[in-house]
T-cell receptor, first 113, second 114 residues
Framework: DAGITQSPRHKVTETGTPVTLRCHQT?????MYWYRQDPGHGLRLIHY???????DKGEVSDGYSVSRSKTEDFLLTLESATSSQTSVYFC????????????FGEGSRLTVL | AQSVTQLGSHVSVSEGALVLLRCNYS??????LFWYVQYPNQGLQLLLK??????LVKGINGFEAEFKKSETSFHLTKPSAHMSDAAEYFC????????????FGSGTRLSIRP
């Protein structure tokens, strides 16, 4: 199994509070991704990173920011959580942009009340 | 632009029966195609991928998929279902060599009847 750890695995928070989800990898892969999974929508890309301090927006980036200060860590921040951000968040990594093969973490379930 | 359509959000088959999960794609460039599987409370894992080599692709756990350009399809099959195959399956497409542009289908939940 790819060494990907997400934390926290479960979180309940209130509308308007900031939330940070962490993804840590031990594979030294260059590319890291944050997805959200919602029923009927499959997985949608929020942000991705192609190196330390290099990030770009995905399909559903509004309301989210990311940071990557080290190869192994990719943080997803919700500055002010809303109920529409209740979801399961998955981190994924890949060796390079050419393979398309992603390795996923086990997910972080976020509930915003 | 790319898109993926998975026909049927839920498929139920008997143990030992053929499994067929349907996926149609749209891509303006030669695509890479993937099937991922998600077991309960886990992340997705790659089942198989098509990258313009053989059109019939074999994956893990006895699954295979056939790329049919004329039909823009990439259906997933397994000759004989096993109880352990119960999971959610996602088809995905990306343009040639760009993992950051992967588009996932909405998923098909496979149930296996004893």
């Amino acid at each position: 199994d790819a060494g990907i750890t997400q934390s926290p695995r479960h979180k309940v928070t209130e509308t308007g509070t900031p939330v940070t989800l962490r993804c840590h990898q031990t594979e030294n892969h260059r590319y890291m991704y944050w997805y959200r999974q919602d029923p009927g929508h499959g997985l949608r890309l929020i942000h991705y990173s192609y190196g330390v301090k290099d990030t770009d927006k995905g399909e559903v980036s509004d309301g989210y920011s990311v940071s990557r200060s080290k190869t192994e860590d990719f943080l997803l921040t919700l500055e002010s959580a809303t109920s529409s951000q209740t979801s399961v968040y998955f981190c994924a990594i890949s060796e390079g942009k050419n393979t398309g093969e992603l390795f996923f973490g086990e997910g972080s379930r976020l509930t915003v009340l | 632009a790319q898109s993926v359509t998975q026909l049927g959000s839920h498929v139920s088959v008997s143990e030992g029966a053929l499994v067929l999960l349907r996926c149609n794609y749209s891509s303006s460039v030669p695509p890479y195609l993937f099937w991922y599987v998600q077991y309960p409370n886990q992340g997705l894992q790659l089942l198989l991928k098509y990258t313009s080599a053989a059109t019939l692709v074999k994956g893990i756990n006895g699954f295979e998929a056939e790329f049919k350009k004329s039909e823009t399809s990439f259906h997933l099959t397994k000759p004989s279902a096993h109880m352990s195959d119960a999971a959610e399956y996602f088809c995905a497409v990306s343009p040639y060599s760009s993992a950051s542009k992967i588009i996932f289908g909405s998923g098909t939940r496979l149930s296996i009847r004893p």
